[in-house]
């Protein structure tokens, strides 16, 4: 089936089996298509201990309220299973024109060198190099990974990021912290940046906000500034922390 001709249900296998051959299954996700009907009542099929989130207009990802891993690995699991498709489900000149402003708030001068942590498939790559600065991806996901790979960016996982000795002025994280990410990966990418260098990232709708900032204040972490940004509201909330 097409993807873009269903609504979809992703589900981690820790909450339930793949019944009669229905949906797709990738490692840890169960993704099962769904009517617009079903899609529209979506949270009733989510199980309880999750909260259904919607995103790209199509999906529903059910993510576990408490137990931050397990909501990593559903994460995981949709970006991989969607891979290949990213592009075709996001606004692209919407991501670029957010990850221009990121790039403007973090006040850098080139050839400063810059992280795009949650890189996606790799838009930041372009509109940062043509300019000077030296950037490098970060993903969880191997096939957004490869994707940023074939535009040119050098790509991480957090892990293998956080072994290297490259130092970074500053971090850029369009459209990702609203997920409410396993702060693990923040941590490992908040230790290769330099004193003085600041993170920056919109937070869409505000989702997760709460849980950003907790992070960041357990990474000691100076709150520069958290508030919408003057006709950039459609891409919510933006968050400026430097570390000290
Ligand atoms: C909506 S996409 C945004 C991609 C890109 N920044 C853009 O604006 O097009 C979110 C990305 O965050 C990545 N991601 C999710 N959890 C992550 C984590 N814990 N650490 C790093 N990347 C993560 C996903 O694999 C995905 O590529």
Known sequence: MN???????LVHTA????????????????????????FADVSTLVPATCEPYLVMDRF?????????HLRQETLNGFFRWLGRDYERF??????IENIAVLVELLGLTPPAVIA???CGSGLAYSICSMVGYSIVGIDTCPVMRELASARGMRTFSPVD????????????SSYVLHFGLEELSVSLCWSRLRRGGVF????HKAQGLERALAQFTHLKG???SVGLRAGMERHGIYLQVEKL
């Open 60 to 68: 529903c990802l059910a993510l576990p309220w408490n137990n931050d």
């Open 161 to 172: 990021f956080s072994t290297t000795d490259i130092v970074l002025d500053g971090v850029i």
């Open 90 to 95: 996001i606004e692209v000149p919407r991501n």
């Open 222 to 224: 100076r709150v520069l």
């Open 3 to 9: 993807r873009g001709d269903a609504f979809w249900l």
């Open 200 to 203: 920056v990232a919109n937070v």
């Open 116 to 118: 795009d942590f949650g």
């Open 15 to 38: 909450f339930g089996e793949r019944e009669n051959g229905a949906g797709e299954s990738d490692g840890d996700v169960l993704a099962l298509p769904l009517s617009a009907d079903q």
